[in-house]
């Protein structure tokens, strides 16, 4: 077991040395900052001015590891765009992503576990089939259209919740629906089997023997035992929540960082887009790095 | 009095295999769409009524035929004037050309070296399964974002991006696979027989891994399309004036209030094409590789 995480937490550095190549080397290709920062009939003693005054004339393997080793330490660099650390404008927008994130989540858990775990107890029933039905199409319907049919048909046809932005709790409802849409259709697929699973052991026959109701049986005593790939893949969903708030964030013009990444991208401040990108690249590698750790403690059937 | 325990029993693992949904009108039906809208992408010219890309700004924001419009623009206009239905059936033409470029470059790369890395084994195996781990970890989305912004959207870059990171689960599965294959006995009497690598590869195994590949194929279909919309959507995909549906959604969702079809339409095309391509390929995993569960 040891060997095993020993074996991931390499892993995932080698992973994490593998993105920031590849997040360093896809900048640096895209032309010399020392360029971009002065005026195109300024001397060329001033260009090599600005290339020593940004570094660029130090080696290669130096000018990385001294962005890499500073990104370790929260410094970023300055945002192109305006002009302050990307730390300060990452930190002021990480709250607002963290809220939709964890609403989003709460959705996801308690649509996927309710309506896979019925969905077990009455497999082939009409709640069955239409759960199902359901999965399939949010599985197909773009997460950006969803939102804004979502808009359309709530704010601008209804008027019953506002179109975006970020403020009371009816800001948060749309949103949060979007973003935690798309992974209730797996998680409700994982917690319809692994419910199938246990529902069919002796001990749950025993306890429908005994006379246990049906909502008992179903989160007392199955729940308790299928419960260890739902929580693993219940993990990775929070991971993929990150993804999309990107999109979900552009749909509903919420203020987070997948706004910002978006902002970004329409000024060209590739100092924004490269710090965002790291942040959630190493957190999705150390996330996956934990959910492995955890499961083998969770599981003992588990010997590597 | 056992009987009703006796039944649901046994049959755990088979009545969650076959999906409801698999019952052959739906991937019949699937399969028709698939096949029309490669129709729709081929014939496009001869299709669309108007020009997609220039308008006639005397005709801006028609509405759509069931929304009180005229039979000249059945599904509307846009804000310069260009008829959506045109733009729609050209759009099907990038979509299926994103699809299958991507999809035959990554069934390349991905049979390639899934067939090599199961079959010599050793350093190979190592190198390549590495970079598969890695890359599935890849936050792909996010990297394809910093690409695209980089190198700027265009068609090509579009295809680069998404084949990087779409390859590695077939490589996976392709080298699973020929583990199998490679300790049957077919596969030693050639070796006996004197047959070189590569023709056991190609002659034996390939074949072995076809339903495999199909499977996943079709499954990402989908998250091909998927994908590039999103890109799309968010400015970093296949440019416009180009009608890539995803960018349709985002330029119509500035008339959300005015002209709400002109999010509406495009998004539904996204949507019909990939329920019917996931449909269709739940149907072929049940049929050919029930084993594919987590894909």
């Not at chain 1, 759960?131 to 048909?153: C, K």
């Not at chain 1, 319809?192 to 179903?218: C, H, N, Q, W």
């Not at chain 1, 100092?271 to 934990?290: K, R």
């Not at chain 2, 729709?40 to 700004?57: C, M, T, W, Y």
Request: contains cysteine; glycine residues 8%.
């Amino acid at each position: 077991m040891g060997w095993f995480i020993a074996q991931r937490i390499v892993h995932a550095i080698f992973a994490m040395f593998v993105i920031t190549v590849v997040i360093f080397g896809t900048v640096r290709l895209s032309g010399d900052p020392a360029r971009m920062m002065i005026s195109d009939e300024a001397p060329h003693e001033q260009y090599l001015e600005m290339r020593r005054l940004l570094l660029l004339d130090r080696p290669i393997p130096e000018q990385y590891w001294r962005w890499v080793s500073q990104a370790a330490q929260g410094d970023f660099g300055i945002s192109l765009r305006y002009q302050i650390p990307v730390s300060e404008l990452v930190s002021t927008r990480l709250p607002a992503t963290l809220e939709l994130a964890v609403a989003a989540y709460g959705f996801t858990l308690l649509m996927g576990l309710t309506i896979g775990g019925y969905s077990a107890a009455f497999r082939g029933s009409v709640l069955d089939a239409a759960a199902r039905l359901l999965a399939v199409m949010g599985q197909a319907a773009p997460n950006f259209w969803m939102g804004i049919m979502l808009v359309l048909v709530f704010a601008v046809w209804l008027n019953w919740l506002p179109s975006g932005g970020r403020g009371e709790w009816r800001h948060l409802v749309l949103p949060a629906i979007t973003l935690g849409w798309a992974p209730v259709a797996g998680l409700m697929r994982i917690t319809r089997s692994s419910m199938i699973e246990v529902l069919s052991s002796d001990y749950v026959r025993l306890a429908r023997v005994k006379g246990v109701g049906e909502t008992s049986v179903l989160w007392k005593h199955a729940f308790k035992n299928g419960a260890l790939p739902i929580l693993t893949f219940a993990s990775l969903v929070f991971l993929g929540l990150i993804r999309g708030s990107v999109i979900v964030e552009t749909v509903f013009f919420w203020p987070g960082i997948g706004l910002l990444v978006l902002e970004g991208v329409n000024n060209r401040d590739f100092q924004v887009v490269q710090a965002i990108v790291l942040l959630f690249s190493s957190w999705v590698v150390f996330g996956n790095l934990i959910v492995d750790i955890l499961y083998v403690y969770l599981n003992p059937k588990i010997k590597h | 009095m056992t009987t009703d325990i006796e039944v649901d029993k046994a049959p755990a693992r088979m009545v969650a295999a076959p999906s409801r949904f698999a019952m052959p009108i739906l991937p019949a039906l699937s399969l028709a769409v698939m096949v029309s809208l490669v129709l729709v992408a081929l014939f496009a010219p001869l299709l669309a009524p108007h020009s997609e890309r220039h308008g006639q700004l005397q005709y801006s924001l028609e509405p759509p035929v069931f929304d009180g419009g005229t039979t000249r623009f059945l599904l509307g206009t846009d804000i310069h004037g260009r008829d959506q239905l045109s733009r729609v059936i050209y759009g099907a033409r990038i979509s299926v050309s994103v699809v299958v470029v991507i999809l035959v470059f990554k069934t390349l790369i991905g049979v390639g070296l899934g067939l090599v890395a199961g079959f010599f084994g050793g350093i190979w195996d190592s190198v390549i399964m590495s970079t598969v781990d890695i890359l599935i970890a890849f936050p792909a989305f996010l990297l394809a974002i910093l690409m695209a912004v980089i190198f700027g959207p265009s068609f090509f870059n579009v295809i680069l991006i998404i084949t990087l990171f779409i390859w590695p689960p077939t490589a996976r599965q392709v080298r699973v696979e020929v583990l199998a294959l490679k300790q049957q006995d077919f596969v030693t009497l050639a070796r006996c027989a004197g047959s070189p690598n590569t023709r056991i590869m190609m002659k034996h195994i390939l074949p072995g891994v076809i339903p495999t590949v199909l499977v996943i194929t079709t499954l990402q279909v989908g998250t091909v399309i998927l994908f590039e919309a999103a890109l799309s959507f968010l400015g970093v995909g296949i440019p416009p004036p180009a009608p890539s549906w995803g960018g349709m959604v985002s330029e119509g969702r500035a008339q959300l209030t005015s002209a709400p079809w002109l999010s509406i339409v495009p998004g539904f095309a996204i949507f019909v094409t990939v329920l019917a391509t996931n449909t269709l390929g739940d149907w072929l995993r049940d049929r050919l590789d029930p084993r594919l569960q987590t894909l």
